[in-house]
């Protein structure tokens, strides 16, 4: 194994090591949170709700639960991993040492994306337990899944990154990502929403992923499915290299 | 002892053969707010000194320390570590040094064990190595019994100690202390002393801040002073002494800051 390999599977390891540490809230928490949404949105009001666009609604709403599962612990993970380490001014150590920028920021991507992973990983597993989930296309779920994981994990380090308090971290979590994942469709179809909520909603970005990746199990999108896995992958390629360049230049890392 | 040499002439062949362990040239870092903390600061510090860097808060000592480090970014100027580049080829320059803060800035996740084992990672030493090394360096800082402890749960004391083993975990060839005895005990300094001392004799450079002038006195082959981001003096002790005409490094310290009216030799003679 190279210097440059050790090197980074040690950055890595510190931020798997950092959540499994406090796996009772960053992976059982996050658990509990989509067990609950599976029973009350699911089972409880799930009964009384007729199919959407035939299909169960507790089907119809687990690869939106799994989708968030995974883009709200990447996000969540990465920024206050950072922050944590900018406050205790311990990132010094990994900022001092001969890692490169883009070690540095695929390191602190991967620990939420992994957490990510983990957390839908067994939000799918579990749902598999409580009801029969179909996995129709399993080259858009892949894929549309890494790519969502990647994204959120990508936004979790900037806003770590520019964050100078916890209350910058949760701000953007509460204000910004649960409005837009909640109103992307987790719970609903776009198309019952009335004018001009359904409209407004095709301008959030959050629904072309969740549509890619309920297509991916369901079979069922209202978008186009190749048109959303390209602009999702520039979306994630440009806020990647935003956050490269903001390694590179040391913003607000480095003095 | 002392390396009584400031800086060797431009392209000299004792330059191209030793390079410096540490060579700095006009490097000035200035804040986006505007504030010049180093204004064309230029050193040389010799492979195996113990070279002390005196000032008063906010004189810019940290800010050279992270510049050197790569914490910060120099505005301008040349920084050499062993004769590498550390600011545009900064990797194998890093690699050469450790780095003490003064601040005690453990990660509350690691324990006494995993933080030296993961800064050794960082540096690329592998496993094998890098368990050698931490039982040695936990041994030798007596944070043996403590190797599974988290380090937040640790006194300060051993989070002194333990900031310093991992500053040493790589075997860097020039260590940079900063402060290291802020705010410590008589008992833990004496015993900060001779871990110093210990690693110096192993032949390791080691550039020192710190506002104790009895340590420097006693630990440092050359000092220099610095005051508002520039290098005032810089000899050993007793050539700073004999420059500002002065009995000790007390009194040509209190002479460069300004404030000799402070001199308690003055003072006892009035």
């Known amino acids: 194994m190279t210097?440059?390999?050790?090197?980074?599977?040690?950055?890595?390891?510190?931020?798997?090591?950092?959540?499994?540490?406090?796996?009772?809230?960053?992976?059982?928490?996050p658990m509990l949170e989509t067990f609950l949404y599976?029973?009350?949105?699911?089972?409880?009001?799930?009964?009384?709700?007729?199919?959407?666009?035939?299909?169960?609604?507790?089907?119809?709403?687990?690869?939106?639960?799994?989708?968030?599962?995974?883009?709200?612990?990447?996000?969540?993970?990465?920024?206050?991993?950072?922050?944590?380490?900018?406050?205790?001014?311990?990132?010094?150590?990994?900022?001092s040492s001969p890692a490169t920028p883009l070690e540095l920021l695929l390191a602190f991507s991967l620990g939420g994306f992994l957490r990510g992973m983990t957390v839908s990983t067994l939000t799918f597993v579990a749902a598999s337990i409580l009801v029969d989930v179909p996995v129709e296309h399993v080259l858009v779920v892949i894929p549309a899944l890494f790519l969502v994981g990647f994204f959120f994990a990508q936004l979790g380090v900037l806003i770590g990154v520019r964050a100078e308090q916890f209350d910058d971290v949760s701000f953007a979590q509460t204000f910004v990502l649960q409005p837009?994942?909640?109103?992307?469709?987790?719970?609903?179809?776009?198309?019952?929403?009335?004018?001009?909520?359904?409209?407004?909603?095709?301008?959030?970005?959050?629904?072309?992923?969740?549509?890619?990746?309920?297509?991916?199990?369901?079979?069922?999108?209202?978008?186009?499915?190749?048109?959303?896995?390209?602009?999702?992958s520039l979306a994630t390629l440009a806020l990647f290299a935003v956050n490269l360049r903001l390694f590179v230049s040391g913003y607000k890392l480095r003095a | 002892?002392?390396?009584?040499?400031?800086?060797?002439?431009?392209?000299?062949?004792?330059?191209?053969?030793?390079?410096?362990?540490?060579?700095?040239?006009?490097?000035?870092?200035?804040?986006?707010?505007?504030?010049?903390?180093?204004?064309?600061?230029?050193?040389?510090?010799?492979?195996?000194?113990?070279?002390?860097?005196?000032?008063?808060?906010?004189?810019?000592?940290?800010?050279?320390?992270?510049?050197?480090?790569?914490?910060?970014?120099?505005?301008?100027?040349?920084?050499?570590?062993?004769?590498?580049?550390?600011?545009?080829?900064?990797?194998?320059?890093?690699?050469?040094?450790?780095?003490?803060?003064?601040?005690?800035?453990?990660?509350?996740?690691?324990?006494?064990?995993?933080?030296?084992?993961?800064?050794?990672?960082?540096?690329?030493?592998?496993?094998?190595?890098?368990?050698?090394?931490?039982?040695?360096?936990?041994?030798?800082?007596?944070?043996t019994e403590k190797r599974d402890e988290r380090t937040r749960t640790l006194s300060g004391g051993m989070k002194r100690r333990l900031v310093l083993a991992r500053a040493l975990m790589h075997r860097p060839r020039?260590?940079?202390?900063?402060?290291?005895?802020?705010?410590?005990?008589?008992?833990?300094?004496?015993?900060?002393?001779?871990?110093?001392?210990?690693?110096r004799d192993e032949g390791t450079t080691i550039l020192l801040t710190t506002h104790y002038l009895e340590e420097a006195e006693q630990l440092c082959d050359r000092i220099a002073f610095i005051a508002n981001g520039e290098i005032v003096a810089e000899g050993t002790s007793a050539s700073l002494a004999e420059q500002f005409g002065v009995s000790g490094l007390e009194d040509a310290y209190l002479e460069i800051v300004g404030r000799k009216e402070l001199s308690r030799a003055r003072m006892s003679a009035e």
């Open chain 1, 180 to 232: 837009l994942i909640f109103l992307g469709g987790v719970f609903y179809s776009a198309t019952l929403l009335p004018e001009p909520f359904e409209t407004i909603t095709h301008f959030n970005p959050v629904y072309y992923m969740i549509g890619l990746v309920r297509y991916g199990f369901l079979g069922f999108t209202e978008q186009n499915v190749a048109l959303s896995l390209v602009l999702l």
């Open chain 2, 1 to 143: 002892m002392a390396f009584e040499v400031t800086a060797p002439a431009e392209g000299s062949t004792a330059e191209a053969s030793l390079p410096a362990a540490l060579r700095i040239r006009d490097l000035v870092k200035r804040y986006p707010t505007g504030t010049e903390a180093l204004r064309g600061v230029s050193l040389d510090v010799a492979p195996g000194e113990l070279f002390g860097l005196l000032g008063p808060n906010g004189a810019g000592k940290s800010t050279l320390i992270h510049c050197v480090t790569g914490l910060a970014l120099p505005t301008s100027g040349t920084i050499e570590v062993f004769g590498h580049d550390a600011i545009r080829h900064a990797g194998r320059a890093r690699e050469l040094v450790g780095l003490a803060q003064q601040d005690l800035n453990l990660d509350w996740f690691l324990t006494v064990e995993e933080t030296l084992d993961y800064h050794g990672g960082y540096f690329g030493m592998p496993r094998r190595e890098r368990r050698a090394r931490v039982t040695e360096l936990l041994e030798t800082f007596s944070l």
């Open chain 2, 174 to 199: 020039l260590l940079i202390l900063d402060e290291p005895t802020a705010g410590v005990d008589v008992e833990l300094r004496l015993e900060l002393w001779h871990y110093v001392q210990r690693v």
């Open chain 1, 3 to 29: 210097a440059t390999q050790i090197r980074f599977l040690a950055l890595l390891r510190r931020e798997i090591n950092r959540f499994l540490k406090i796996k009772r809230q960053t992976v059982g928490a």
């Open chain 1, 38 to 95: 599976i029973s009350v949105f699911g089972a409880a009001l799930g009964s009384r709700i007729d199919k959407l666009h035939g299909i169960d609604y507790v089907v119809f709403i687990i690869p939106g639960l799994i989708m968030m599962a995974w883009a709200m612990n990447a996000f969540s993970n990465n920024a206050s991993s950072i922050l944590q380490q900018k406050f205790q001014r311990s990132i010094d150590d990994q900022l």
